[in-house]
């Protein structure tokens, strides 16, 4: 829970006179349409706050790793960060299945999920046990699909190959699952790895795979879209508690309202940034998903209740 | 055992596993490298790596505290009489001391309070790489300690 | 902020070592902002040290202490002066040359100028150059290490300004070379006044004495040859290379050469970790003064204050170079890179200069701060290492730094230097 060191600057008084700064990392760059989203986010709470509360961005992982920002929001410094479900789920192990291979099909879904009484759940848990209060948690960054030099068309043409990925268990074990194995590098060594053959392949979202230039460093892109990356702002409970309830319902109202419209930029960008990087000599296939999906499902025995969260969510989606 | 018997130990102890830390990295790294070449990598090599490095980093910082190579610049103290320079350190160690032990306190909370971290590709928690700091900076105070003891000797004793 | 400078400098001028001193700088602004836990600063000291490519320093200290021992930086020298001996200032011109072929195997200047430091420091002052103008020399030119590909600097630039990596990594090659000729004139007219050389210099060597040294230092000449085909072939990557060179450096002592042994061994490695330990401590400690920069928006202000002076587009370029000097003499590289890339690349594009043209000059600008006082990984590396003051470093580093800015102006006012072979392909 909460640690010795919960300070906030004001000695848990919060009121209305009094000006508050919230620090948000990312490590999205200017330019990405929910790193602009963010900035909307900040304008609109400073607007209707009358200058009160400042919410200041750091971008391109300047404030530091997302990891590192959540452990400092969680012992109450000013803080907050934009963060994928899969770094929550050491808290809140349920929380993690949002990012679990093909959980959800698109943004709406992801979206419906996000506003059902499961995720409250879930969320509430990470405040109360943990000190880590969601802001929002529809901020959407794109389908991941595969980047590679050699042309996929059955999921068998993945076999063998090295990718790299998320550290995330979820993400190993999906890459396993799909024949693949996965290998430790780091996100800086991506491009130099692919262009040296270190490693076979890589997966990503279009906004990213064009910000690190890896379509310069791989022949094809395969729209498998194993994952939905849907992502959340996360600052600590206890820092925003003591803020004036006016101000914390003006956050989580915008929070809310921009990340929807953050999300619908980004999936008008997905097609623009396919465009440029088609432009650039990257050829974009298309696959049947479904032969990829099926060879996931064992992904989720391997993680405890994974199963019926599935089947939870897809009663909420009707699925 | 004497204290100093005892230290004599600690010391041998703490070359040993420093120096087997230094190769142990370079094993790793080096493992990770040729099974990736051959065609089955190891996931975790980069974590254990770094896990390795941050330990060999601070509990090799101690012996070099001990060593007396930290980089200073004593271009200006150089130029006072001993005396002045002796007391002068037993303030600077102080300070170190009381960095240390600030450094440790609040390092070792923050590893408890967030146990539940998890190293991404190893399952096991984040405090076995965060409390190297504090681990670290507890014994590199006890090396402090011994420190200000000699310089108070010196100190006292006419002959220096 | 102001109050953290001054600590800091006057805990260094008492003498307290550098890396507790920027640690207790640092943590005074801790105990005076209340939205800061001091739980960060341990978190922040852990965080420095977890970077994957920071473990090329370690390596290489130590494949620089190995080939030590293992007899191959003897042969290597050996060579290079039957190849160069005749030129006065000849083992300074042995770094230089050897910094630009290391520079195609590492992307990091600190980690060249260690072992160099290791390889030829020791061996020049023995020669009888002066301490500073060694140290000066290994740790200027390892700044061509970092400008030639590979580069970590240009690798972070490229993803955070979204500008194409292979176009940096293609503009980096002519500008890395010519420091090289920079710096090796810089060198000829110091060490010519200064009569370098003067009782080792007789001939140049006949061809065949040349063979015969060839010969005998094969295995060491391979060593970047054998790194350069390991990573262009996908074996290893850059930062993994480290590895390899410790492994390789171990293989030639024992094997080969057979001057290595066990206690030779595990001395090169017992000096390994006490040198590595001492400079990691410093990036460490220094990456909680780095976040408190980041934290207080430091370079953001000071960079709102740059454009409100100017808006004739070349002052403005100078200005901001300037900018990115000064505070590189005080802010370690990558942490400007990422602060900085987005806030100037924008001001940048808008008065009409080329992204990648920009992205050279900001790297060298900014990795050339490491090797400037007061503070710079690369300077307190290699005075360290190589036992130097840093006053004598300074002193004696003047004539190379003035050879970098006469580059770099050089490169400001002709473009085409770096965009030449990024057009080309
Ligand atoms: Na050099
Ligand atoms: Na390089």
């Known amino acids: 829970g909460s640690g010795e060191s919960k300070t906030s600057g004001n000695n848990g008084s919060g009121s209305e006179g009094e000006s508050y700064t919230l620090k948000l990392g990312t490590a999205l760059t200017e330019g990405d349409p929910i790193y602009d989203g963010l900035v909307e986010f900040s304008e609109a709470v400073k607007e209707r706050t009358n200058g009160k509360v400042t919410i200041e961005i750091f971008g391109s992982g300047s404030l530091g790793e997302d990891n590192d920002i959540v452990e400092q929001a969680k012992t109450g410094a000013n803080v907050a960060v934009l963060v994928d479900s899969g770094r929550l789920a050491d808290m809140v192990p349920e929380i993690g299945v949002l990012s679990a291979p093909y959980i959800v099909d698109n943004f709406d879904e992801a979206n419906k999920v996000a506003q059902s009484d499961l995720f409250k759940e879930w969320s509430d848990k990470l405040a109360n046990e943990h000190n880590l209060q969601i802001l929002s948690f529809n901020w959407y960054q794109g389908e991941r699909h595969m980047l590679t030099n050699k042309e996929i068309k059955t999921p068998e043409d993945l076999e063998g190959l090295k990718i790299r990925t998320i550290g995330a268990p979820i993400a190993q074990k999906t890459m396993k699952a799909l024949g693949m194995s996965p290998s430790g590098i780091a996100w800086t060594e991506v491009y130099p790895g692919l262009q040296q053959g270190v490693i076979d392949a890589a997966e990503a979202q279009h906004p990213a795979t064009y910000g690190a230039n890896l379509h310069e460093v791989v022949d094809y892109i395969t729209k498998t879209r194993h994952f939905q990356l849907i992502t959340g702002i996360v600052a600590g409970a206890d820092w925003m508690e003591n803020l004036p309830q006016e101000y914390q319902d003006i956050i989580y109202e915008e929070a809310q309202k921009h990340g929807e419209q953050a999300s619908r930029k980004t999936e008008k960008s997905l097609e623009e940034y396919e465009q440029k990087m088609i432009d650039e000599g990257v050829t974009v296939n298309e696959v049947d998903v479904e032969e990829f999906k099926a060879l996931t499902d064992s992904v989720y025995s391997e993680f405890d209740g994974y199963q019926e969260l599935r089947n939870e969510i897809n009663n909420i989606l009707g699925k | ?160 | 902020m102001l109050m953290v400078a001054i600590i800091f400098f006057v805990l260094l001028f008492l003498n307290m070592p550098v890396a507790f001193a920027i640690g207790i700088a640092s943590l005074s602004l801790f105990m005076l902002e209340p939205g800061l836990p001091l739980s960060i600063a341990s978190q922040r000291m852990v965080t420095g040290t977890q970077s994957f490519p920071l473990l090329a320093v370690p390596f290489f200290i130590l494949a620089g202490n190995l080939m030590n021992s293992s007899g191959i930086t003897k042969r290597l020298i050996r060579f290079a002066n039957a190849l160069i001996g005749h030129i006065v200032g000849s083992l300074a011109h042995v770094s230089i040359v050897l910094s630009t072929i290391m520079g195609g195997i590492s992307g990091s200047a600190n980690a060249d100028a260690a072992m160099q430091s290791r390889v030829i420091g020791h061996q020049m002052i023995k020669r009888g150059y002066a301490g500073g103008f060694s140290a000066g020399v290994i740790a200027v030119s390892s700044l061509i290490t970092a400008t030639i590909p590979p580069s970590i600097g240009l690798i972070l630039y490229g993803y955070v300004g979204e500008v194409s990596i292979g176009d940096l990594f293609l503009a980096g090659i002519i500008p890395g070379v010519l420091m090289m000729i920079f710096l090796m004139v810089v060198t000829y007219i110091v060490a010519k006044k200064r009569d370098y050389d003067r009782d080792i210099l007789t001939k140049k060597s006949t061809f065949k004495e040349l063979i015969i040294s060839f010969k005998e230092s094969i295995w060491a000449l391979l060593f970047p040859v054998i790194l350069v085909v390991g990573i262009r072939f996908g074996i290893f990557t850059a930062s993994e290379a480290g590895a390899f060179a410790v492994v390789y450096a171990m293989f030639i002592g024992l094997f080969i050469y057979k001057e290595m042994n066990w206690k030779t061994l595990i001395e090169s490695v017992r000096q390994s970790v006490v040198d590595n330990a001492t400079i990691l401590l410093i990036i460490s400690t220094s990456s909680i003064l780095g976040y408190l920069i980041t934290y207080e928006r430091l370079p953001q202000n000071a960079a709102d204050f740059l454009l409100g002076v100017t808006s004739n587009s070349t002052l403005l370029l100078i200005l901001i170079l300037i900018f990115l000097l000064l505070a590189g003499m005080f802010i370690e590289s990558t942490v400007l890179v990422l602060l900085l890339t987005p806030i100037f690349l924008p001001i940048i594009q808008q008065i009409g200069v080329d992204p990648v043209h920009f992205g050279i000059l900001m790297m060298t600008i900014v990795t050339f701060g490491g090797m400037t006082p007061p503070v710079g990984v690369t300077m307190y590396t290699v005075c360290y290492l190589t036992d130097v003051p840093i006053e004598d470093y300074v002193k004696e580093s003047l004539p190379f730094y003035a050879g970098i800015i006469l580059l770099i102006a050089l490169l400001i006012f002709v473009p085409s230097i770096s965009l030449f072979l990024p057009s080309l392909f």
């Open chain 2, 1 to 160: 055992m004497t204290l100093n018997a005892f230290v004599q130990s600690y010391i041998k102890a703490e070359n040993f596993i420093t120096n087997f830390l230094m190769l142990s990295v370079v094993f790793f790294v080096f493992i990770a490298a040729v099974m990736r070449w051959a065609g089955s990598p190891i996931a975790w090599s980069v974590e254990i790596a770094q896990l390795l490095f941050v330990w060999l980093i601070f509990l090799g910082a101690n012996r070099s505290l001990r060593e007396n190579r930290h980089i200073g610049v004593d271009f200006f103290v150089k130029k006072l009489p001993s005396k002045i320079r002796n007391v002068l350190d037993i303030l600077i160690y102080l300070l170190i001391l009381a960095f240390l032990l600030f450094v440790s306190r609040f390092g070792i909370l923050l590893s408890i309070e967030n146990y539940v971290r998890q190293l991404s590709s190893l399952s096991i928690s984040y405090a076995y790489i965060s409390a190297s700091v504090p681990i670290g900076c507890f014994i590199m105070s006890i090396t402090t300690i011994g420190k200000i003891w000699e310089k108070i000797s010196t100190l006292g004793s006419p002959k220096h």
